[in-house]
């Protein structure tokens, strides 16, 4: 039957509250650059749980939660979806979380272009058991829209709980951790993992960190936020992927770029949409530096040997 003018009413009025409130933490009203991140600061961070934290990801509406495919494709067949746990509000691993809800998954989407040797397409959709009430603690992220541009050189924020050096576990009570990092080129991404394989950078990714390393992420961080402000909004420009290794020096972490997949994530989420804004940014989104004229890469690690972020 048709839906009554009060339902409809209802309906537009919560959708464009949704809206209203994505992007703009209570209480993140500094400029941050710290290792611990203080409570609320990056509020649509969420932790995935089997047994233990294993990946992060990010609350995109009251009910959805985005992450990378490769994070529940790990999963165990019997621990996924029925043992995946989402906490939101969550400040430390071990101890005390006063801000804290937990959700169970009932519903896991994967891309169906997922491509999990080269992880091209790596982003999935997890649909919480019941929604979720907004806090100062609790709020969703907005989400670059499909024609965003990201320069390079551009000043973005990773959060997560992963470890802080290869096999070296965050140390108790592990706190939520922020890092700075820049956004890379697409050319000189391409250049910089060209020893390694010469095509896994994709239109469909984006790469942050450091030229000079030992500032990013790693084993843990993977479906977490990569994130850059704009005006009042804090937006999603990325999902954390892979790196080889963590935070080696000209090799940039890859994240999915959450631009190219705005039809994608609207087409798979019923009833209210997540909040879409176009990143415009100053500058060029990449460097053209085809001669790949920047130091070239040694290293003997190889991706397709686990040197991943989960």
């Not at 961070?45 to 233990?52: A, E, G, I, K, T």
């Not at 934290?53 to 029925?82: E, K, M, N």
């Amino acid at each position: 039957g048709r839906a009554s003018p009060k339902l409809l009413s209802t309906a537009l009025i919560r959708f464009v509250c949704f809206f209203s409130v994505c992007g703009q933490p209570a209480l993140n009203t500094r400029i941050v650059g710290g290792e611990d991140a203080p409570p609320g600061s990056w509020p649509w961070q969420v932790s995935l749980h089997d047994y233990n934290h294993f990946c992060g990801g990010s609350l995109i509406t009251d009910q959805w939660v985005l992450t990378a495919a490769h994070c529940p494709s790990y999963c165990r067949p019997h621990v996924c979806p029925a043992y995946l746990t989402v906490y939101l509000g969550r400040e430390v691993q071990s101890g005390s979380n006063p801000n804290e809800v937990s959700r169970t998954v009932s519903r896991i989407i994967i891309h169906p272009d997922y491509n999990s040797p080269v992880f091209n397409n790596d982003i999935a959709l997890l649909k919480m058991s019941e929604p979720v009430k907004f806090t100062s603690y609790i709020s969703p992220i907005c989400l670059a829209a499909f024609n965003s541009t990201f320069h390079s050189g551009l000043d973005s924020w990773v959060t997560g709980w992963g470890n802080i050096g290869f096999e070296e576990p965050l140390p108790p009570p592990g706190n939520l951790s922020e890092v700075e990092v820049q956004v890379v080129g697409s050319s000189q991404c391409k250049c910089d993992y060209r020893a390694i394989n010469e095509d896994v950078i994709t239109d469909n990714m984006i790469c942050a960190g450091f030229r000079e390393g030992g500032k990013g992420t790693c084993q843990g961080d993977s479906g977490g936020p990569l994130v850059s402000k704009q005006g009042d909004r804090w937006i999603q420009a990325g999902i954390v992927s892979f790196a080889a290794g963590c935070s080696e020096p000209n090799l940039p972490t890859v994240y999915a770029r959450v631009s190219q997949f705005e039809n994608w994530i609207k087409s798979q989420i019923n009833g209210n949409q997540p909040g879409f804004l176009t990143y415009v940014s100053n500058g060029t989104e990449d460097v053209h530096n085809s001669s790949c004229e920047s130091p070239v890469v040694t290293s003997t690690i190889n991706i397709s040997e686990g040197q991943y972020l989960s």
